[in-house]
């Protein structure tokens, strides 16, 4: 027995001998899957990625892509799945793995336990709310997918408004990811910034959805108590005043001093916060509906290339992209109300075939004219009407009414022709409609290309008695969500648009 030296240990301990072989070998060569220090936590590698569906159309049950450049940073580590032994003992209700706590209490009790196996103790660490947030989401998509394929509705909400019809092009989905919204999204909007620039967005008049949504959202349940639980972040600019305040009176039409008022915004963020940095702006958005708000991006793409564009001018041929913009719906609110009324008349009540009022405003409005002012009985184009005449009670006496592309796509005749009960004819060639990724237009509107004006009465008389009572019951049944009601409500306009943005960040998965 003498003659054993040094090497007894090794016989009598082999399970010693083999932990410190093989952490000797890991500590220089690191073969095993994740790195092993003394007296540090074991942690699981990590791979910044950020992706989005790879399909090219928004959809609630499926997922998109979107490329980061390289240089992007992901501030927080993905969860990942751990594989535990089968003789392992899981003690803790947390995420991150620390074994070399028990090594010491291992190798001290060997002696009386070398004929045992040893026993690997894991201890799990609380997952940070950026990996909470994500978990969250990904049960949304889940149950959004699932709801769509299964074709059935769930509700907390006893008496609440579920969304039926053809009018929508999937219920069932849009009506799960509305649960889900409100169970989850949460925004966080800046706080830097002061009036009249920011947080002084118009209530009124033709710009107003702007102001309204910024007045909204500082009392709303979806602004979220802290940035670190917030979804999406809100940035608080107004372009109206930028316009009304830093331009006026014009000298110059040049957009560089708006370009420049964002941009250093943004700037003063992304140094402030690491929110920007974690998603290069992908889960950032401003809401404007002025017909300059396009080109804030104009002057650096780059830095604007994943932010989400919030815009009534939603030009798919001046760079709007649904996939990753917003359509808000452009509506003009008198002084002292929300809105137009809502009109109810009946399909046999609207004596009037179709029907517009408006300025000359742009090249589609000059067709429109040219063809149809004043030229027909039943097709009644005019420009300003006189004060004896009431616009909106003769829009709610047609039974179309003739909404052509302005100076801008977008027109406040779609919202104001909805509430009226009337079938809106959408005369455009680029108008992203709003709320489009929930809505079937084509179920209660027409669409006219701009070439087929001249073909105009002829389009909407090939429309049967029968379809024309469809379109306009689904008029009816969408108008709630063009309505505006202050505070927010379920599936009312201002809700429909924290959706839309919510769809945005729904198809998009942050990991780092």
Known sequence: MGGLG?????YLFPSLFLILFFSFINHHFHYLPFPYHKNSKLSLPHHPIFSLPNNSTLS????STLSIPNNSRLSFPISSKLSIPSNSTLFSNQTQVSDDIYLNDRLNNSTTNSTESTQHVITVHEKNPFEKMEEGLARARAAIREAGRSKRYTSYRKGGFVPRGSFYINPYSFHQSHIEMEK???IWPYKEGEPPLFYNGPVNDIYSIEGQFMDELRKSPFAAQDPNEAIAFYL???VVSIVRY???PYTSYSRLRLQIIIEDYISIMAKRYAYWNRSNGADHFFVSCHDWAPDVSVGNPKLFKNFIRVL????????????RDVSLPEIKIPFGKLGPPLLTHPPENRSIFAFFAGGDHGDVRRRLFQHWKNKDGEVKVHDYLPKTQNYTELMSKSKFCLCPSGYEVASPRVVESIYAGCVPVIISDAYVLPFSDVLDWSKFSVHVSVAKIPELKSILQTISEHEYVKKQKGVMQVQRHFVLNRPSKPFDMLHMVMHSVWLRRLNLRLLG
């Open 6 to 10: 040094c090497t007894s240990t090794y």
């Open 60 to 63: 609630l049950t499926e997922i």
């Open 184 to 186: 989850r999204f949460r």
């Open 236 to 238: 608080p600019i107004s």
């Open 246 to 248: 830093v331009y006026r």
């Open 312 to 323: 009534c001018n939603a030009n798919s041929s001046e760079g709007f992209q649904a996939i």
